[in-house]
């Protein structure tokens, strides 16, 4: 059984950095970040393989966010920058049961309980 819990969510100001942590256990997976704001569907971010050697973002993100990892701590990171109101939302963590740097949400088996972002303007 794979746990993952998220920190690093707060309140911050447009432009501001902001650092996502996600703490996994049992296991080393292929992992994403996945966010959802009110009203809205849950929308990749990031992903990153299990070595660690390709990653993947959406396309709203590049260039802003990058996500990392360190398997010895099994922890994986988002770093936020440059971020916009449109950024809000609910951020989670995700296991995928193979070693690629999956997109889409089908291919992860675990999830964190997610942890809040918000951006003012």
């Known amino acids: 059984q794979v746990q993952l819990v998220e920190s690093g969510g707060g309140l911050v100001q447009a432009g501001d950095s902001l650092r996502l942590s996600c703490a996994a256990s049992?296991?080393?997976?292929?992992m994403g970040w996945f966010r959802q704001a009110p009203g809205k569907a849950r929308e990749f971010v990031a992903a990153?393989?299990?070595?660690?050697?390709?990653?993947n973002s959406a396309d709203s993100v590049k260039g802003r966010f990058t996500i990392s990892r360190d398997n010895a701590k099994n922890m994986v990171y988002l770093q936020m920058t440059s971020l916009k109101p449109e950024d809000t939302a609910v951020y989670y963590c995700?296991?995928?049961?193979?070693?690629?740097?999956?997109?889409?949400?089908?291919?992860?088996?675990?999830w964190g309980q997610g942890t809040q972002v918000t951006v003012s303007s």
């Open positions: 995700a296991a995928s049961t193979s070693v690629t740097a999956a997109t889409i949400a089908g291919a992860y088996k675990y």
């Open positions: 049992g296991g080393t997976y292929g």
């Open positions: 990153i393989s299990r070595s660690g050697g390709i990653t």
